[in-house]
């Protein structure tokens, strides 16, 4: 089992996961990682956890950090290959992060009210793929690549808009069994791999990280943007069967957030939606 000393000092090194502006977040990593590492020290000197296992927490942190260096080089191709190695090669460090959301989940999506008019439940989904001109660059979302994302409540569904009020507000209920890829994690840790645990501690760490205070409205290029798209990029390129990702909202420390990839559709016959992944869910606009 993994000690439970060693889940709570990440959980809270992910609590105060926050930089103070875009130009922080390598060395903010560095110094989290700093915090962990003194940790595992501390409980290798106690006889919690074995000598050397911190080998591979070394190693998985430099391959990360060697990817985010080869974005900002302009090494695209070398830094989505490294990481979909990692994903799915040999350590395939997403497989036993594997879950299954049962049939009859219900989540939530808002989106802003641009008028009177009551919207129709596909309008909901996915921006359609001959719009994907509208897709913004966000965490976990590639610009140009709808996807769809969906909140674990109403709360967390607006909180990802800004806590509009007023917002339209849909109910998504799963018609059946999805797998998906769980990036989170809570002191309820089943697992008893203590380099899966690095491994989950690890990503999550370079996925969550927060600006206090975006006080440059004009930034195009956000740092803590670049591991995160780069898993959605992976999943979407390698993954077949389990296309989907859950995350701890960054805006609604009570929820989550899923994010379902789409599979584009058959540019002959013009499909704007993904019509199998819309099939999975039964889709209504809901009042509170």
């Known amino acids: 089992m993994i000690p439970i000393e060693l889940i709570r000092v990440a959980l809270k090194i992910l609590e105060d996961n926050k930089v103070d502006n875009y130009c922080d977040y390598y060395d903010h990593l560095k110094k989290r990682i700093k915090d962990f590492r003194d940790t595992i020290k501390r ?52 497989e036993p992060l594997k879950m299954t959301i049962p049939k009859s989940t219900v989540f939530y999506r808002c989106r802003k009210k641009v008028d009177d008019s009551k919207p129709f439940e596909n309008e909901m989904f996915h921006i359609p793929f001959d719009m994907r001109y509208k897709v913004g660059n966000e965490r976990f979302s590639i610009s140009g690549f709808p996807c769809l994302y969906l909140a674990s409540s109403p709360a967390c569904a607006k909180k990802e808009i800004g806590g509009t ?5 849909a109910k998504f209920t799963l018609q059946q069994d999805v797998e998906c890829y769980d990036l989170s994690l809570k002191e309820e840790y089943y697992g ?24 440059d409205d004009n930034a195009k290029f956000f740092p803590y943007y670049v591991i995160p798209q780069l898993v959605t990029s992976a999943v979407a390129s390698q993954s077949k069967d389990c296309r989907n990702i859950r995350y701890q909202s ?35 606009i809901y009042k509170e």
């Open 192 to 215: 008893e791999d203590i380099k899966t645990f690095y491994r989950i501690f690890l990503l999550i760490l370079f996925c969550s990280v927060q600006i206090k205070d975006k006080k």
């Open 43 to 94: 409980l290798e000197g106690n006889n919690i956890i074995a000598k050397g296992i911190k080998d591979s927490f070394e190693n998985d942190k430099d391959v990360l950090y060697k990817i985010y260096r080869n974005v900002l080089k302009g090494k695209l191709q070398s830094a989505s290959t490294s990481m979909s190695n990692i994903l799915f090669g040999k350590k395939n460090w997403l």
């Open 165 to 169: 009020e007023g917002g339209i507000l």
């Open 250 to 284: 960054t805006k609604y420390s009570d929820g989550y957030n899923y994010l379902f990839i789409p599979v584009l559709g058959d540019l002959k016959k013009k499909d704007r939606q993904d019509k199998a992944l819309m099939k999975k869910f039964s889709i209504e």
